[in-house]
């Protein structure tokens, strides 16, 4: 089974969303009047669930650069995996696996095993959950919930056991059943599902179809949800773009923290939608710096005390230009802290060790690293020192772990540039 | 379980389930969105008053004025405001010395050309944000004349709105009142004499003895 978040939404142009709900709608009521007339076979009902299925397996949602990801092909294809087995939804997998344009060979490849794996497993969980509770009333809805649940868990088990890198290249995908979003969809959707395949195998099919009208919103509301994130992302492009404006350094500097934050928050074992932020935070990190006067930021020389306290004042006024923004409250204090040392001897507030984010103090690490070491291209090279050897970085790191920095930070981000 | 039973759980649970993600996605996220937008605006606001605070005051009276004209003509004043606030991302590309600078009647014509540029890096900045579109074209058309384009469709019109009230402030800061009102008139045909018209009505040029004059 392809899972809730086994695929990804591209919104290049923007469809007409309520044309496009008020048809579905109304084709939900067209279908239910024509069952109605001409009586509801189960048959007929598993055929329009298989097509629904079909549909959503080859038109998923994907957040472009965002891992929230989702898919409504494993609730259509719950109730059909409890009534009939595996076979069904292993044919519509392949069938639109075989038939997604846009997928590469190897991503069509893997979500085939994923969503036969998942299949396969979710038919077990729920004829042993049909089997143990046959007498009871309330059967289907347990079945069903324990057919998804299964697929779900069986979904993130095989997306886990790929390589992380391979994943998010190949697959460009990560799954990421927390966030609230595809949480609060697949809480609702499961619900509606289990209560229709209840009413479908207890004999009242028209309330079944009634009850899979819940399902309607859904899909607009990930939609919308994923839109946000869009905008959200597109709001720290622009900010970005306004620091790369003021101080042309900044803009390969900001990359290369963006891409290591990146690395570093998996390798310490973050959740995706958290290293997401965590790449928000590490894009956004200077951002405070577009109220620094260029003159005292690109001096080619040391500078005095007073120029210096101008300086310092960047990280603060990051967090209070992100500080009203929906979507950045987290982002605003780990942007604040970002300078924070573990001894306390950092700024602005001088805080220590526990009270430092783990957010700040990858972003303090790997900032570090990179105004040491510079990028590839000679204007990337701060004016005021020659640059480090990536060894000799590393080694100031090393020296000032425990005071400055965090040692578990450095350590994994040490990792993460050996595996580089 | 009996009919009216499950008819009644799925009814109900098909009608709560439909009704909050349906008001939530249809209606209020595009409002969220355009929450968002001016919450986003308010923030470039916040970093300009860091970054220039006399700008910004400036930028202040703009918007005091354009609001009025756009009171006077009976159009919307969100959107010459939200692109008014869009504008101020430019000031990243003019220099922090320049604007923290002497007053502008101050600048030579260089300065004055390089405060000006903030309008072109804010157009192209402005092109990463889709969810500022609207405000954007309307900083795209700030600098067509009048004569040439005279739609009078929301994003044109607020454009024409946003010159006048900023070229009437940076002639009245850079060479008083009197010929910048002169100037205005002057160019009325660029302007849009409708605007033109509003603004000697707002201002009283008509009825009153100018400023200078009562200061004189």
């Avoid at chain 1, 597109?234 to 290591?260: D, F, I």
């Avoid at chain 2, 101020?88 to 590309?93: I, K, S, T």
């Avoid at chain 2, 009142?177 to 000697?200: F, G, N």
Wanted: proline share 4%; charged share 20%; with cysteine.
């Amino acid at each position: 089974m392809a899972g809730v978040g086994s695929t990804s939404l591209s919104l290049g142009r923007r469809a007409p969303i309520l044309s496009t709900r008020i048809w579905t709608a109304l084709g939900f009521v067209a279908l239910a009047g024509c069952f109605f007339l001409a009586g509801v076979h189960l048959e007929s009902w598993m055929a329009v669930l298989s097509c629904l299925a079909f549909v959503q397996a080859r038109r998923p949602l994907r957040a472009v650069g965002i891992p929230v990801a989702a898919s409504l092909d494993t609730l259509l294809l719950a109730p059909i995996t409890v009534m009939s087995g595996p076979w069904i939804p292993i044919v519509i997998i392949v069938a639109a696996q075989c038939l997604r344009r846009s997928a590469s060979e190897d991503v069509r490849k893997a979500n085939i095993l994923i969503g036969v794996a998942s299949a396969a497993f979710a038919t077990v969980g729920a004829q042993l959950v049909l089997l143990l509770w046959s007498p009871h009333e309330s059967r289907w809805i347990l079945a069903t919930i324990t057919a998804f649940s299964v697929g779900g868990v069986i979904n993130i088990l095989a997306l886990q056991s790929f390589d992380r890198s391979w994943r998010k290249r190949v697959l460009s995908l990560s799954y990421d059943p927390w966030t609230s979003q595809t949480a609060l969809a697949s809480v609702v959707g499961l619900l509606v599902t289990s209560v229709a395949t209840h009413l479908f195998a207890t004999g009242y099919p028209v309330a079944g179809i009634g009850a899979m009208l819940g399902l309607l919103p859904i899909r607009p509301y990930l939609k919308a949800a994923l839109r946000r994130n869009r905008s959200r992302n597109h709001a720290a492009r622009l900010m970005s773009g306004m620091l790369e404006w003021s101080h042309p350094y900044t803009e390969g500097h900001v990359k290369r923290v963006a891409n290591w934050a990146t690395e570093v928050g998996y390798e310490l074992g973050l959740p995706p939608h958290h290293v997401d932020d965590l790449k928000f935070a590490a894009i956004l990190h200077d951002v405070g710096k577009v109220t620094v006067n260029e003159a005292v930021l690109d001096a080619p020389r040391k500078l005095t005390d007073e120029e210096f306290e101008h300086i310092k004042i960047h990280s603060a006024n990051g967090a209070t230009l992100l500080a009203d923004l929906p979507g950045f409250e987290r982002i605003q204090e780990w942007i604040l802290a970002h300078h924070e040392r573990l001894d306390g001897n950092g700024y602005p507030l001088g805080l220590s060790d526990d009270a430092i984010p783990l957010e700040s103090k990858v972003i303090a690490v790997i900032d570090a690293f990179d105004a040491m070491t510079g990028g590839d291209k000679d204007d990337e090279k701060r004016n005021y020192r020659t640059p480090k050897s990536p060894e000799e970085a590393f080694a100031e790191l090393d020296r000032c772990s425990g005071t400055q920095f965090d040692p578990t930070v450095v350590q994994a981000f040490r990792a993460v540039w050996r595996r580089s | 379980m009996s009919f009216h039973w499950s008819f009644l759980v799925c009814a109900g649970f098909a009608t709560a389930a439909s009704m909050g993600l349906g008001i939530w996605t249809g209606f209020v996220e595009p409002r969220r969105r355009v929450r968002f937008g001016q919450r986003f605006l308010r923030s470039i606001q916040k970093g300009l008053k860091l970054r220039a605070p006399v700008v910004e005051s400036y930028f202040q009276e703009v918007d005091a004025l354009a609001s009025m004209l756009c009171q006077k003509c009976h159009c919307p004043k969100g959107l010459v405001r939200r692109a008014n606030l869009l504008r101020r991302v430019g000031f990243c590309g003019v220099s922090y010395e320049l604007l923290n600078q002497a007053p502008f009647d101050f600048w030579s014509t260089r300065e004055l050309a390089q405060f000006e540029s903030h309008l072109e890096v804010a157009i192209r900045l402005s092109k990463k944000a889709p969810f500022l579109a609207r405000e954007a074209k309307v900083l795209e058309w700030i600098d067509r004349p009048y004569f040439l384009h005279q739609s009078s469709e929301g994003v044109y019109f607020a454009a024409r709105v946003l010159r006048l009230a900023f070229d009437y402030n940076l002639l009245c800061s850079t060479q008083g009142l009197d010929a910048a009102r002169e100037t205005v008139q002057a160019h009325r045909d660029t302007y849009d004499p409708i605007l033109v018209d509003a603004l000697a009505e707002v201002l009283h040029w008509n009825r009153d003895v100018s400023r200078s004059e009562a200061l004189v």
